[in-house]
């Protein structure tokens, strides 16, 4: 479903990535670990084309992602939820859900509202439909964003670390809706995280970014309990407790 082959992604004299090379298969739920500053948000957003690959290929369902056919292609395979929610401030949750379904898939508003009460059904917050983003904390804002991206039906899910900016709470009821998803919907998931209990649970594969380089794909289990190298092992000792 999804290739990332030989990419280098270099900002000014600054190389972030440095041959990445990634395969998804369609339905894989892949998590990508990494310490920070390792390029692991720069290589989801190459897959999502908000960057260009210095050189290298990204592909998506086999095509070639070129200037030409990005924004047609993404729209097509891929939404993504972001740290910051992303929400229009001065429209509703179901506005904010049913603008792209309406503008882009164009959706009948009908059409548009059930789909998005559907999508807010599976995140929780069907009661909320007409909240605007002011009146949610920040875990439903999150929760809506999900529903949000959910809505337009696309097959590849991309998640660059949608709890950063949460409370210890409020990540739960967020990580609590992401495992939902991955255990009962079919959409191809990354999802670039530092929980890593998500990831034990979530993952089909680990995949850890560091230095800009792919060091290890490998199982959960293998990762976490039998860690390939000194550096996993390392990371590993600083960020579980």
Do not use: W
């Not at 490998?218 to 590993?236: G, I």
């Amino acid at each position: 479903m999804i290739l990332l082959d030989h990419i280098h992604k270099s900002f000014g004299k600054t190389e972030v990535l440095h041959d990445v090379n990634l395969r998804v298969g369609e339905g894989e739920k892949v998590v990508i670990l990494g310490p920070s500053g390792a390029g692991k948000s720069t290589a989801i957003r190459c897959v999502n084309g908000l960057e260009t690959p210095s050189s290298g290929s990204v592909f998506l369902d086999g095509i070639e992602m070129t200037p030409k056919n990005r924004i047609s292609l993404v729209r097509k395979h891929c939404a993504m939820v972001f740290q910051q929610f992303n929400l229009y401030p001065h429209m509703t949750a179901m506005k904010n859900i049913t603008l792209a379904l309406v503008k882009l898939q164009k959706m009948s508003r009908a059409e548009a509202e059930e789909r998005a009460n559907e999508c807010l059904d599976i995140v929780g917050l069907r009661e909320k439909a007409m909240s605007l983003p002011s009146q949610l904390s920040g875990g439903q804002q999150q929760r809506v964003a999900i529903a949000r991206a959910l809505a337009t039906n696309r097959k590849v899910l991309l998640f660059d670390e949608p709890t950063s900016a949460l409370d210890p709470e409020m990540q739960g009821e967020v990580l609590n809706v992401m495992l939902k998803l991955s255990h009962e919907h079919g959409k191809t998931m990354i999802i670039v995280t530092h929980e890593m209990g998500f990831a034990k649970q979530a993952a089909d594969r680990i995949v850890f970014i560091d230095g800009g380089l792919v060091t290890v794909d490998s199982t959960p289990d293998a990762f976490f309990n039998d860690p390939p190298n000194e550096r996993v092992k390392q990371f590993l000792s600083k960020v579980l407790y």
